[in-house]
């Protein structure tokens, strides 16, 4: 008989057993040099990105709610610590990771907000040993789910400017980069603007409403068409979505209806193949009213020339575009150093690196809305605590190591993204080749990045 850790080691679940070591070797490593040295001043770690990627003229920021989790419930346990030693970590250190706990401050963009280069998302400010742990799993988290909440936002923004209230459904899970991927992007898709997903544990685990149909397999199974659509019907009655492009859709899709009046149910068809606007307005003058459901290969460039073209749709079950952002698959994260203290006080940090130079200081994001219409006109990043126009999107979410507000719904919070994407200026939310939102350095960010590159400079 297995052992009961096994499953989860084998299948590489992250538990409570290990979610500690859910970090790079050199995060551990450098906790055990600070450990060594006495050296834990405390610090401000900055989590941003440098650039947009293609085609973005924004990012929604998502994940926060998982990253949080995990500072909530980080721990090195038996089984972690067991490990390390086996790695060759020193007993000292061990001891002092077996009694590890969070006592800073966490100050973050709520998630669904719209985010723009070389602002902070997550700002940690704690002990350099505390801080420094989290570089890996903030990366992970926040950066998968904010690239896949704007990829959904996107297909949304293509629906409200091309379409009539399309609903949105994620089919990704099967073509996501693992499951726990397949679970996040379901997420992140529902804070973006997605009504559903088919995948059943997401729906479980974050009350969402879970959507489906059938399979090529299903009709192939059976003698014919009409059985497979009548032994479907048999079992499921009204509300069902029946697929009518294993053979031929126009063909199946009358032979749904013709089906649909025998049974006397209210059904809609899927199409999943074919030149798929020419196909949809076929089946339309078909089916009528009815519901017409679309999922082949969609991302929001094919949904909205879809419905330029004249297509016909009730709604979309995007995938594989979805749940692997597939465009734009990567952020250009980091998290970085950006004030440490020296003699009780905190001081400016930034890099000089060529490409990478990073500006000093805990900062705010300030926002700045037009008068007349609530439409964003700008942001400034400034110095935390700095007087500069507009109102700080930063909100504290950890004092002292204390959680500090409470997780959001996330209908609350797909309501939030909604409303502030909506805010931006229309050429920002541009599908291809957006216009750029202006983002101003303050005065006093400025001034101290000057004095920081002359006093790094002089050393």
Sequence with gaps: MTGGNQPAKRFGYITPENLGLFTDLYELTMLQGYHAA????????????????????????????????YIDSI???????????GRGFDDDFLSRL???EFTGTVRALPEGTPVFPNEPIVEVTAPIFEAQLFETLLLNQVGFQSLVATKAARMREAVERHGDGQSLVDFGARRAHGTDAG????????????????????????????????????????????????????????????????????????????????????????????????LSKEVA?????????????????????FLREGGVATGFGPGTALTTSGDAPSLDLVYKLTEIERDGEMHPSMKLSSGKVTYPGAKSVRRVEEDDDGTYEKDVLALRGEDAPGEDQLVF?????????????LGAIAERAGRRRRCLPDDCRDLRAPGSYPVEISDGLRQLTEDCRADLLDR
């Design 98 to 100: 077996a009694e590890f």
């Design 183 to 278: 679970m996040k992007a379901a997420r992140a898709a529902a804070i973006g603007g997605f009504d559903g997903t088919s995948l059943v544990s997401a729906g479980e685990a974050f009350s969402l409403p879970v959507y489906g149909t059938m399979a090529h397999s299903w009709v192939q199974s059976f003698e014919s068409e009409r059985d497979a659509f009548e032994t479907f019907l048999d079992q499921y009655h009204e509300d069902t979505i029946l697929l009518v492009d294993t053979y031929d859709t126009v063909e199946g899709a009358k032979l749904a209806m013709e089906l649909t009046d025998e049974h006397d149910a209210e059904v809609g068809v899927r199409l999943d193949s074919g030149d798929l606007v020419s």
């Design 75 to 85: 721990s090195f346990g038996e089984r972690a610590i067991s490990y390390l030693a």
């Design 397 to 409: 979410v950890y004092e002292d190591g204390e959680r500090a507000a409470d997780s959001s719904e």
């Design 285 to 305: 003058e078909i089916v009528g009213d009815r519901p017409i459901f679309v999922s082949s290969s969609m991302d929001e460039y094919k949904i909205a020339d």
């Design 38 to 69: 006495g050296h834990n001043p405390r610090a401000t770690f900055s989590l941003f990105f440098r650039k947009l990627p293609s085609d973005r003229g924004y990012v929604l920021a998502a994940g926060l709610e998982q990253a949080m989790a």
